[in-house]
C-alpha cells in the first residue's frame, strides 16, 4: 500500500456507468485530502491508469469486467507500490465481499451505500486522512 504523506491522497475511479463515474469522480473532487488522479472506464483503461497515474486508491467497479473484474484487483495488486483497491458491486453482499477480498480487494463498497461506505473504507485504509 502506498505510503501516506501530508499531499492529498490520489484517487483513480474505474467504471463502465458514465454516470456513476461522473458523480464518483465529482464527490472524490469534493473530499478534503483527496484528489481524483483519472478516470477510466474499461478493464484496459484501468489497468493503463493505476500504471501512468500511480493512484493511492483504485476504486474499481466488479461489473467493469464481469468474468475478469476480479482478475483485475489481482493484476493491479501484484503491481510495485500497488494502490489499495477499493470493489465497488451493485450490492455489497458477503460472497461478493469474500471473494473481492480474496483477489486481493482491500475495501468493498456497495454502490447502493456509495457516499458512507467510501467514507467508511477511506478512514479503515488512510486514518490519517480521515
Given amino acids: ?19 456513476f463515474l461522473a458523480a464518483a469522480a465529482n464527490h472524490i473532487a469534493g473530499l478534503p ?13 484501468a489497468l493503463n491508469l493505476v500504471q501512468s497515474s500511480t493512484p493511492d486508491v483504485l476504486l474499481l467497479d466488479l461489473g467493469l469486467a464481469p468474468k475478469r ?5 489481482r493484476r493491479v495488486k501484484s503491481t510495485p507500490s500497488a494502490p489499495a483497491v477499493v470493489a ?3 450490492f455489497h453482499t458477503p460472497e461478493t465481499v469474500a471473494a473481492a477480498k480474496q ?12 457516499v458512507a461506505g467510501l467514507r467508511q473504507a477511506l478512514a479503515n485504509l488512510f ?4
Fill in 1 to 19: 500500500m502506498p505510503q501516506e504523506n501530508s499531499a492529498s491522497l490520489r484517487v483513480a475511479i474505474a467504471d463502465d456507468s458514465p454516470a
Fill in 33 to 45: 485530502g483527496f484528489e481524483l488522479a483519472g478516470t477510466a472506464s474499461s478493464s484496459q483503461q
Fill in 69 to 73: 473484474a476480479l482478475e483485475i484487483v
Fill in 88 to 90: 465497488l458491486a451493485l
Fill in 103 to 114: 483477489a486481493g480487494a482491500d475495501a468493498l463498497v456497495g454502490k447502493e451505500s456509495f
Fill in 127 to 130: 486514518p490519517a486522512a480521515a
